[in-house]
């Protein structure tokens, strides 16, 4: 989508991962982290497929059993899916309605490359991970945006999640990397300064930073070499309930 370079007040880096959207807010300095828990999600229709399974196949048989297929499909996996995904772009589409979005450029693959490079990943965590939404969620929003006429541009993710914005130092994780029970922060810390924050705000940050290194624009106002001040604000994604946005935590300096 072309885009005219400072036609837009705002621009809004959304850095969209397995249990959450975050959506950072330029010049504001602005964060909100939408929690989607589609890891549990998925866990809990796979156990509930599974005790269904094993209750009519052990009866009636796997062969043309139709109480099977009928109490599989009450399951309604696809629509719960589905209409979190449609809430969720819904939110996203009215928070950033006065800007420009800078999302991520997705491989078509995405589930895939990523057990490819984490090869201790097996069994559910696998599965976990190809029904994870990534994808689904991040064409959602793009359709949701296009419907709106709302401007959004494509960047190369490369490294987003690791650097710190303001000197592109390389960070150090300071939790654990797997979310399999769900959206929990995953602190990243600058050995230089001490700069500590989310890794999925600085992913969204760095997204906004890159986008206006390439329109040509200064992406932030420092009054010292580390010096990146906002707020964040956390949202619950519940069924059939709008995202609250909840005050956590800024960030430490």
């Known amino acids: 989508m072309e885009v005219r370079v400072g036609s837009q007040k705002r621009a809004y880096g959304i850095d969209i991962n397995e249990n959450n ?5 330029y010049p504001d300095g602005r964060a909100v982290t939408i929690i989607t828990n589609f890891s549990k999600i998925v866990l809990g229709f796979t156990h509930r497929r599974i005790r269904i399974q094993r209750k009519w196949s052990k ?59 984490n ?12 029904q994870s939404s990534m994808r689904g969620i991040y064409q959602t929003i793009i359709e949701k945006l296009a419907e709106h006429g709302i401007p959004y541009v494509l960047v190369n993710p490369s490294h987003t999640s690791s650097v710190y914005p303001v000197c592109g130092s390389k960070l150090v994780l ?3 990397r797997a979310q399999r029970n769900g959206w929990k922060p995953r602190i990243m810390k600058c050995p230089k300064c001490g700069f500590i924050h989310d890794r ?11 986008y206006l290194l390439d329109v040509g624009r200064v992406p932030f106002a420092l009054n010292g070499v ?28």
């Open 174 to 176: 300071m939790t654990g």
């Open 21 to 25: 959207v975050t959506i950072y807010v």
């Open 59 to 117: 009866e009636l048989g796997v062969k043309g059993n139709r109480r099977l297929k009928v109490a599989l499909k009450k399951l309604r996996e696809r629509n719960v899916k589905r209409d979190i995904k449609l809430k969720l772009a819904k939110a996203v589409t009215y928070i950033v309605k006065d800007g420009i979005v800078v999302l991520e450029k997705l491989p078509k693959r995405l589930q895939d490359k990523v057990i490819e490079r």
């Open 226 to 253: 580390h010096d990146l001040r906002m707020e964040w604000f956390v949202a619950t994604m519940k069924r059939g309930v709008e995202a609250q946005p909840v005050l956590a935590r800024p960030t430490m300096t």
């Open 200 to 210: 999925d705000v600085i992913g969204a940050t760095n997204l906004v930073k890159r």
């Open 119 to 130: 090869k201790g990943l097996y069994g559910l965590d696998v599965h976990r991970l190809k």
